[in-house]
């Protein structure tokens, strides 16, 4: 499929609509219902809108920007790390070249020998900072740019990727640097890297709604959930979870998406459509919350004004 956009591009440049005749001109029919599951609507409809096609590529084009852009600092790393591994070789090969030639003495070798224990003492702790963050970028590796990652309770994209820290954007598009050696001793949620997650909902109802506008609620939140098969999983799950207060049943709603979170914005905008959905077979089969009633007993009662509510008896 990632061979053929301009192709497809130019077949619906003059036609609203691409059906699946039109991509059986490039490839086999299975791998044309195949690609016909990676557009929005696309299984619902049989036909393949502009407004797809566009969100398509655009999605494509983020993903190849991330992955050039993680080679691209991954490259940067590696230069890095090529670079102090080739001074601590030079140290080494020079030492070694002294020795050889007879020019470095027993005197000379407690000097350095000296030497480097000072250096060990001031630049130890960075050292082994180095060290940790080097083995948490090339060996753990739990994220590359562009991942949709979760520290410390907070989401945000992995910007950039450096030997000793890394960059992350926050929701709010302001730029958080961690040291690597800190982020090797937290635990990192990695969006991207997740399979196809799921989603619930949790909503309450009146305890005393009828169990056959109950059973109707359930099967007509399963069968919208099930009709968009682009978007979720089959067989949803609409239970009764428990009885809250004595006057209010507890409903969760769970379903899982054919995606991940990596996108959070399209999760929501599905999420929304299922929430849209429950609030119209509210409002059809007449369901609701009410409050448990309450007794209010007021005594002595002084108004400093004459004016009632309009509510009040007079």
Same mark, same amino acid.
């Given at each position: 499929?990632?061979?053929?956009?301009?192709?497809?591009?130019?077949?619906?440049?003059?036609?609203?609509?691409?059906?699946?005749?039109?991509?059986?001109?490039?490839?086999?029919?299975?791998?044309?219902?195949?690609?016909?599951?990676?557009?929005e609507g696309a299984l619902e409809w049989k036909r393949v809108s502009r407004r797809s096609?566009?969100?398509?590529?655009?999605?494509?084009?983020?993903?190849?920007?991330?992955?050039?852009?993680?080679?691209?600092?991954?490259?940067?790393?590696?230069? @890095?790390? +090529?670079?102090?591994? #080739?001074?601590? !070789? &030079?140290?080494?090969? *020079?030492?070694? $070249?002294?020795?050889?030639?007879?020019?470095?003495?027993?005197?000379?070798?407690?000097?350095?020998?000296?030497?480097?224990?000072?250096?060990?003492?001031?630049?130890?702790?960075?050292?082994?900072?180095?060290?940790?963050a080097i083995i948490f970028l090339f060996v753990t590796h739990p994220f590359d740019v562009?991942?949709?990652?979760?520290?410390?309770?907070?989401?945000?994209?992995?910007?950039?990727?450096?030997?000793?820290?890394?960059?992350?954007?926050?929701?709010?598009n302001q730029k958080i640097t961690y040291p690597n050696h800190e982020l090797a001793t937290?635990?990192?949620?990695?969006?991207?890297?997740?399979?196809?997650?799921?989603?619930?909902?949790?909503?309450?109802?009146?305890?005393?709604?009828?169990?056959?506008?109950?059973?109707?609620?359930?099967?007509?939140?399963?069968?919208?959930?099930?009709?968009? @098969?682009? +978007?979720?999983?089959? #067989?949803?799950? !609409? &239970?009764?979870?428990? *009885?809250?207060? $004595?006057?209010?049943?507890?409903?969760?709603?769970?379903?899982?998406?054919?995606?991940?979170?990596?996108?959070?914005?399209?999760?929501?905008?599905?999420?929304?459509?299922?929430?849209?959905?429950?609030?119209?077979?509210?409002?059809?089969?007449?369901?609701?919350?009410?409050?448990?009633?309450?007794?209010?007993?007021?005594?002595?009662?002084?108004?400093?004004?004459?004016?009632?509510?309009?509510?009040?008896?007079?």
């Amino acid at each position: 499929m990632l061979g053929y956009p301009c192709e497809l591009i130019n077949a619906v440049k003059f036609s609203r609509y691409i059906y699946l005749v039109d991509l059986m001109r490039f490839m086999r029919e299975d791998e044309a219902r195949k690609t016909m599951g990676l557009f929005e609507g696309a299984l619902e409809w049989k036909r393949v809108s502009r407004r797809s096609l566009k969100n398509w590529v655009v999605n494509v084009f983020r993903e190849r920007r991330a992955l050039a852009l993680s080679l691209n600092d991954t490259k940067t790393a590696v230069n @890095k790390l +090529h670079q102090m591994v #080739n001074f601590v !070789v &030079v140290i080494v090969v *020079i030492v070694i $070249w002294l020795l050889i030639l007879g020019i470095a003495t027993t005197h000379f070798l407690v000097l350095l020998s000296s030497q480097l224990l000072l250096v060990a003492f001031i630049f130890g702790n960075t050292c082994k900072m180095t060290f940790e963050a080097i083995i948490f970028l090339f060996v753990t590796h739990p994220f590359d740019v562009g991942d949709q990652c979760e520290v410390d309770g907070v989401q945000m994209v992995v910007e950039e990727m450096n030997i000793l820290t890394t960059v992350f954007l926050r929701y709010d598009n302001q730029k958080i640097t961690y040291p690597n050696h800190e982020l090797a001793t937290k635990t990192i949620g990695n969006y991207y890297r997740s399979p196809d997650m799921g989603e619930s909902i949790d909503f309450c109802i009146h305890v005393a709604t009828p169990v056959e506008k109950v059973a109707v609620m359930k099967q007509r939140i399963r069968g919208y959930i099930e009709s968009k @098969k682009e +978007h979720w999983y089959p #067989n949803p799950m !609409v &239970v009764l979870r428990d *009885i809250e207060d $004595w006057n209010k049943l507890k409903v969760s709603i769970w379903f899982q998406h054919r995606m991940n979170h990596q996108d959070m914005g399209e999760r929501f905008t599905r999420r929304e459509l299922v929430i849209q959905e429950m609030i119209s077979v509210f409002r059809e089969l007449d369901i609701e919350y009410r409050m448990l009633p309450l007794d209010v007993n007021l005594r002595d009662v002084h108004l400093s004004s004459s004016r009632l509510p309009s509510t009040w008896l007079k």
